[in-house]
């Protein structure tokens, strides 16, 4: 049997379409995977080329004190790791726009007071987010951590005992 010239056209049509669908399920699940990938956690880790950082600094308070309280205090870092990177990349970028409007031509000193209102907008905020951190893990931690804590940094030539 043939077919007449609308039924091929209809033939077609279903398989264009069968084709979009299955195009687009592919590229809704690639990016779908793509999104989960990039919604874990942010660790608390330099970025690449900046040897800098809080990560190895909140690394040195909680090596300094007694191992539980080290454990409370890492575990506080790591649940805000990721309100932490933002908060400390907010600052790095507010540093790199006063930098930018430094070296703007024609140069704009108000430009600059505003960049660097935003800098100091920009460390206050961090500092809000690292103190309620800190805060957050002093309350499950002992006295006898909470005081290490206290005395920080430490002599360099002080014993540290656990």
Do not use: C
């Not at 990560?55 to 870092?77: Q, T, Y």
């Amino acid at each position: 049997m043939f077919l007449s010239g609308d039924a091929k056209g209809t033939g077609r049509v279903r398989y264009l379409l069968l084709g979009s669908l299955t195009l687009n399920l592919v590229f809704a699940g690639a990016a779908g995977a793509v999104a989960l990938q990039h919604a874990r956690a942010v660790p608390l880790e330099p970025v690449v080329g900046i040897k800098h950082g809080m990560g190895p600094r909140l690394d040195r308070i909680a090596a300094s004190l007694p191992a539980n309280d080290a454990g409370v205090m890492r575990a506080e870092f790591r649940a805000e790791a990721v309100r932490l990177a933002a908060a400390e990349a907010e600052v790095r970028l507010a540093q790199e726009a006063v930098r930018d409007k430094l070296r703007a031509e024609p140069f704009d000193p108000a430009a600059v007071r505003t960049a660097m209102a935003q800098t100091s907008a920009a460390h206050e905020h961090f500092y809000r987010v690292l103190h309620d951190a800190i805060a957050a893990a002093t309350a499950k931690m002992s006295e006898a951590g909470r005081k290490r804590l206290a005395d920080w940094p430490a002599r360099r030539d002080a014993v540290v005992t656990q």
